[in-house]
């Protein structure tokens, strides 16, 4: 018989980032409306924890105190995330079909510019 291992729950999306809108990600899947579809945590140096939510195209940030943040909200798939130890954040989008990579200290502004850039084929 296996073992049980106790769990708790230690991070929870808020309310006021749960989103109630169908999306062509969740129908694809034959469900309904989904609020979130969080992947691909992952930690930078200051110990802040990301995730990406799959379903709206969005990627939170969460601070050590645990408040949500979200870092970036664009038209993509985000599918998957992770942070170089020189703080470089890359984001896997399969539904665009590129790789992009932040510096630690850009601001949402600029990544979102420069995301609408690579995403229109005008590099």
């Not at 990600?25 to 469900?31: I, K, L, N």
Request: aromatic fraction near 8%; proline fraction near 7%.
């Amino acid at each position: 018989m296996p073992s049980i291992i106790p769990t708790e729950i230690v991070l929870k999306l808020p309310d006021n980032l749960r989103l109630t809108q169908e999306t062509d990600w969740s129908r694809a899947r034959g469900g309904g409306p989904l609020h979130s579809f969080l992947e691909g945590p992952a930690f930078d140096r200051e110990g802040r924890f990301y995730c990406v939510d799959v379903c709206h195209g969005r990627i939170f940030r969460v601070s050590r105190d645990g408040a949500w943040e979200t870092f970036a909200a664009y038209g993509g798939r985000p599918n998957g995330l992770r942070i170089h130890r020189d703080g470089r954040v890359f984001v896997a989008d399969p539904r665009r079909e590129v790789i992009l990579s932040y510096p630690p200290d850009v601001e949402q502004k600029e990544l979102l510019r420069d995301l609408e850039r690579l995403l229109s084929g005008s590099e």
